[in-house]
């Protein structure tokens, strides 16, 4: 599977960005995804993840309430929908996929195979 984000950019505090992560390959519909984010001089932390059926997600409290993942399995997405984004939420933004039951989703980064290149987020305030 190869993963290609987009839709990153420069947004004001309170503004919102959807962010989309294009799969090739017939069997995205089996992957579970998750969303990362890497700051400068930090260390990537998890953002949100679906299962490959979408019945199950979770969220990072930093972003709960805030964003919102989902997946269109007909077209190979998945997006990511920020709103109420803050300064702190500036960051390189990575998709990434994992096999899995039809439930399995994961918080951890070592434990998905396939990774995006990355979306820069910049909120000003």
């Known amino acids: 599977v190869q993963l290609q984000a987009s839709g990153g950019g420069l947004v004001q505090a309170g503004g919102s960005l959807r962010l989309s992560c294009a799969a090739s390959?017939?069997?995205?519909?089996?992957?579970?995804m998750g969303w990362f984010r890497q700051a400068p001089g930090k260390e990537r932390e998890f953002v949100a993840a679906?299962?490959?059926?979408?019945?199950?997600?979770y969220y990072s409290d930093s972003v709960k309430g805030r964003f919102t993942i989902s997946r269109d399995n007909a077209k190979n997405t998945v997006y990511l929908q920020m709103n109420s984004l803050k300064p702190e939420d500036t960051a390189v933004y990575y998709c990434?996929?994992?096999?899995?039951?039809?439930?399995?989703?994961?918080?951890?980064?070592?434990?998905?195979?396939?990774w995006g290149q990355g979306t820069l987020v910049t909120v000003s305030s």
């Open positions: 990434a996929a994992t096999g899995g039951g039809s439930g399995y989703y994961t918080v951890y980064p070592d434990e998905y195979d396939y």
């Open positions: 390959g017939r069997t995205f519909s089996s992957y579970a």
């Open positions: 679906i299962s490959w059926s979408g019945g199950s997600i």
